[in-house]
């Protein structure tokens, strides 16, 4: 028998934001302060409707969706469906997502995210394909990886309102590693970050892209929303067109910032440390046997 899970608090949700992310919340995401607690309320509510769903229900959890789609209830809730659905349709991907299953990504240097902001206090995560050696491990991996760094950013509410940027350095990327992707694989994996993930993409920079780049974005184009589209940019090597929209003060060495060259040892084991609270999050979902027991308490 499964055992139960202990829920999150519910109740008057006390949030973090300073005064200037409040204001930017109001502005970008239509969220009021003296409404905050009634529109978790009101999602929380609507959890009844898919009684086959065993939901995650703590307050923090739901504003995140709230956040995400800017305080429509009906779009909130179908994005945390979607959040759950994902995980039953993919099983591949979300079997054993967690971080001590993950640690070879990590040690071979191939994502993270960086300790700091950038000057529109986004977090910066890195992705370095082109270093993955598919003999190893499969791409699944890395993707578990991206998915569990952006779960585990999305807990901090100034990452919820600034959103994040991520930089995909495809140096080394070659077609052994083209071979290893395809159309379906590409749609399932913008679907999820799209239409299931709460986060908010606020750009996307490829660098030192290879001469198939513009074949294989031709494979991930289709699949992308057209605001999605329009926050991709293309730098080459030229790393101070990159500073043009994240500044040399917040970037490793590696992309001609300030910092020491990039690591993803720090992040590791940052990580490492949540696999708890990781193994508790993946108690939810649709409802099998084994999670019937454990949302009804048998």
């Not at 529109?39 to 739901?62: E, G, N, V």
């Not at 569990?148 to 807990?155: D, F, G, H, R």
């Not at 239409?195 to 290879?210: D, L, T």
Request: with cysteine.
């Amino acid at each position: 028998m499964a055992e139960n899970i202990t829920l999150l608090p519910k109740g008057d949700f006390v949030s973090s934001l300073s005064p200037q992310l409040v204001e930017k919340a109001e502005k970008e995401l239509n969220e009021k302060t003296q409404w905050r607690q009634r529109d978790i309320d009101a999602l929380r509510d609507m959890l009844d409707k898919r009684r086959d769903i065993y939901f995650r229900s703590d307050d923090a959890f739901l504003l995140r969706f709230l956040r995400a789609k800017k305080f429509d209830y009906d779009r909130a809730f179908q994005m945390l469906v979607n959040y759950y659905e994902v995980k039953k349709s993919y099983p591949d991907i979300y079997r054993d997502m967690l971080p001590s299953k993950l640690q070879e990504v990590w040690e071979e240097n191939l994502q993270g995210a960086l300790s700091c902001r950038d000057n529109e206090g986004r977090r910066i995560i890195i992705l370095r394909p082109g270093r993955w050696n598919a003999a190893k491990f499969s791409i699944i991996k890395i993707i578990k990886a991206n998915f569990l760094t952006v779960e585990k950013l999305l807990e901090d509410e100034e990452t919820q309102v600034n959103g994040v940027v991520i930089i995909i350095d495809l140096s080394g990327f070659g077609f052994y590693h083209a071979t290893q992707l395809g159309p379906v694989f590409a749609k399932k994996v913008t679907s999820i970050f799209q239409n299931a993930m709460p986060v908010r993409i606020k750009g996307i920079h490829y660098i030192n892209e290879p001469r198939i780049f513009d074949a294989l974005f031709a494979i991930l184009r289709p699949f992308l929303k057209e605001k999605l589209k329009q926050r991709i940019h293309v730098h080459g090597s030229d790393y101070s067109s990159l500073h043009d929209y994240i500044p040399a003060s917040v970037l490793p060495a590696d992309y001609g910032g300030d910092q020491a060259e990039y690591s993803s040892k720090e992040w590791m084991d940052y990580m490492l440390q949540f696999e708890q609270e990781f193994i508790e999050n993946n108690k939810y979902g649709i409802l099998d046997q084994e999670l019937k027991e454990i949302a009804h308490g048998e």
